[in-house]
């Protein structure tokens, strides 16, 4: 017998990076997501973001944009620009995926293109959770909940801990700390929106707890993290030990902080390289080959009730013609 079965694995030809930017210049959620593209192989990386208040596009957006290879950068945001890379304008040129996080709008129009255009996922305001225990720094896992905080009024930063002295040591530590932030009335939001410290019965059920939120990213600032990190089966991110803290996940540990969020890490992955490919499978088979597989294949169809198949497999039924 002789012939192949297998898959071949191509990079994408063109792909769109949205960069978010309301509020401030975000250069390294480009680079989080241009950077796995290239790797992949991709033939042409374009970035839409919207201009700063001067009308253009931040220095820092652009020089992340060179050391990524990015071919174009189009100074346009929100639902136009997913608007524009999904289906193609006189300037921007269509793409095969779009990728990257946003804001509300962003995200309700890359449920509206999906289908026309491929998608990385559908991301909500960005959210962690820290599992801590006695041993934490209270100081440490303050600065973690508050760098989250300060993301966005809708963003998340929840502590789950069986120490009720730690959970009273961060609470004191988070308002000393907040006062040196510039960020604060965005922090102070955020903390009483979606911010909380749960004191739980045991460690246990604080990871449990955290596993069954599915958070965007899990932080264990815990003893012996890795024994515990062998409990949690969901989450975008898994920072394990109080030095694996989640702004170096941010900015430089990668390999990419765009992540699922709103509990989608059930059943959805960060961005990575196998974002940027796709895959097509690969059937070539001799005549011997076919010939012994055709009559399986034959029946099968009838199973189906599909003569037409049927006819199709048995005409190979003969080995060569």
């Known amino acids: 017998m002789g012939g192949r079965m297998g898959q071949r694995v191509l990079p994408l030809a063109r792909v769109g990076v949205y960069v978010p930017g309301g509020t401030a210049p975000l ?21 839409c973001t919207p201009p700063g208040e001067n009308g253009q596009v931040p220095a820092v957006t652009l020089a992340a944009a060179q050391v990524a290879g990015v071919e ?4 346009v945001g929100g639902a136009q620009a997913v608007a524009a890379m999904a289906y193609g304008t006189a300037s921007v040129p269509r793409v095969d995926k779009v990728v990257g996080a946003g804001g509300l709008f962003t995200t309700l129009a890359k449920r509206q293109v999906y289908g026309h255009v491929g998608l990385d996922g559908l991301y909500g305001p960005t959210e962690t959770v820290v599992v801590a225990d006695a041993s934490a720094d209270p100081a440490w896992v303050a600065a973690d909940l508050l760098a989250q905080a300060e993301h966005d009024v809708l963003a998340t930063a929840i502590l789950l801990t069986p120490s009720r002295r730690l959970a009273e040591a961060v609470q004191a530590a988070v308002v000393e700390q907040l006062a040196s932030l510039d960020r604060t009335s965005v922090i102070e939001t955020a903390l009483r929106g979606q911010g909380g410290i749960v004191v739980t019965p045991d460690l246990a059920t604080a990871v449990e707890l955290a596993d069954a939120f599915a958070p965007e990213h899990l932080c264990l600032s815990v003893r012996a993290p890795e024994t515990w990190a062998g409990r949690i089966r969901n989450a975008g991110g898994l920072f394990l030990g109080e030095h694996s803290c989640e702004v170096l996940g941010d900015y430089v540990s990668g390999p990419s902080h765009v992540m699922p969020t709103g509990g ?3 059943f959805a992955s960060p961005v990575n390289v196998l974002d940027f490919v796709k895959i097509t499978n690969v059937i070539a088979l001799d005549a011997e080959t076919a010939g012994k597989l055709a009559s399986a294949a034959a029946r099968v169809a009838g199973a189906e009730s599909l003569t037409a198949h049927a006819a199709a497999a048995a005409m190979r039924g003969g080995g060569e013609r």
């Open 27 to 47: 250069p390294s959620s480009l680079l989080m997501s241009a950077i796995p593209a290239r790797v992949a192989g991709v033939d042409e990386v374009i970035v």
């Open 72 to 75: 174009r950068v189009f100074r």
């Open 264 to 266: 989608t890490a059930r």
